[in-house]
């Protein structure tokens, strides 16, 4: 390959590899602040009438993703006597969805995605088909039964 | 059928260089799969199939590193069993078509002993090879596939034990389709590659 040919190829490699066009920054503030109105959801509205059961703390993950860089995000600790549950949000660059947070419990690991907006779902299953359910006070109860001791 | 009838070739052996393209298009699509996946998440498009989703950079690159190596062992595992099938077939047309030759009259030898289905790949065709055949660089080809049989046999049985391999560092499926395109080459089963010019 002569030499412009090899400039050529790298210049439209390069090119090819710049970010699309798209504000990284905003979309990474929507996903903080979405993850921290859902935590607030999840406080203040299904697990209100549990306060007297499980203590309920934050605290601060630094997340780095590509093109984002690292940023701060909040996580959700549940506890129950000697046990924990954690929300700890993954990521928002991730496909298919607006962000994940795993829900890592002594028994298992679940996933919830933010669709945007307010919608948020639990991936109950990715084969032989996806089946997502809608993040609501009843099916994260389903979930913390599924990665939390029996 | 008796054990010594020669009536059981199937034709439905791949060659080496079947396997090979096979190979290349599978890399192929693994790399455009990949190729169209980190697009969509770089431009911060959703592309909603189920076996991607929610999954990050760093989860996606394991992924497709994943499907790349097993595609790699696979692979070398079936240019390792069609280079056996190369060598059998070989002898079996050897025996068949009563050659004078050294390599063949120890084959007709081996096949009165043994019939077609006990003959043993290592001991009664590549040592055949090995003390028979006149062929330059013959003796270290045979050992080194020898060496990679190791791992045709840990593939082949699910990889359950520790392998020890014949070469140290393991092998890669470049490494291992030029073991045995050596090989059959140095035996006649494969066209010399043309000189580079």
């Avoid at chain 1, 306060?51 to 590509?66: L, Q």
């Avoid at chain 1, 109950?124 to 029996?150: F, I």
């Avoid at chain 2, 056996?84 to 047309?93: G, H, P, S, T």
Wanted: glycine share 6%; charged share 30%; net charge neutral.
């Amino acid at each position: 390959m002569p030499h412009d040919q090899l400039q050529q190829f790298f210049h439209e490699k390069k090119e090819k590899a710049k970010p699309a066009d798209v504000d990284w920054s905003a979309k990474r503030d929507a996903w903080i602040k979405a993850v921290v109105d859902l935590f607030r959801t999840v406080e203040d509205d299904y697990l209100h009438a549990s306060k007297s059961d499980v203590e309920i703390t934050r605290s601060d993950k630094v997340v780095s993703e590509n093109y984002m860089g690292e940023y701060h995000i909040p996580e959700l600790n549940l506890r129950v006597a000697d046990e924990q549950v954690v929300l700890s949000p993954k990521a928002a660059n991730v496909l298919g969805a607006k962000g994940r947070i795993d829900v890592r419990g002594d028994r298992g690991d679940a996933t919830i995605v933010w669709q945007g907006d307010n919608q948020w779902s639990i991936v109950v299953s990715r084969t032989p088909a996806l089946r997502l359910v809608p993040l609501t006070a009843n099916s994260l109860a389903e979930v913390l039964r599924g990665v939390m001791r029996p | 059928m008796t054990r010594r009838s020669l009536n059981i070739l199937s034709y439905e052996e791949q060659s080496l260089h079947q396997v090979w393209g096979w190979y290349e298009f599978q890399r192929a699509l693994i790399g455009e799969e990949k190729s169209r996946v980190f697009d969509s998440l770089s431009s911060g498009t959703g592309l909603l199939t189920s076996r991607y989703l929610a999954k990050t950079w760093e989860e996606l690159d394991d992924d497709f590193d994943y499907q790349t190596a097993e595609l790699g062992r696979v692979t070398m595992l079936g240019v390792l069993t069609c280079t056996e099938a190369a060598l059998r077939v070989d002898f079996i047309e050897r025996v068949r078509n009563k050659k004078k030759d050294d390599i063949s009259r120890e084959f007709r030898k081996t096949h009165r002993r043994r019939g077609v289905q006990k003959v043993r790949l290592e001991e009664d065709i590549l040592d055949v090879w090995r003390k028979r055949g006149e062929q330059a660089g013959l003796k270290s080809a045979v050992a080194e596939l020898k060496g990679a049989l190791n791992l045709r046999h840990w593939l082949a049985h699910g990889r359950y034990w520790k392998p020890k391999l014949g070469r140290a560092a393991g092998y890669d499926v470049v490494e291992v389709f030029d073991i045995c395109n050596d090989l059959l080459q140095r035996v006649g089963l494969v066209l010399p590659d043309a000189p580079h010019s």
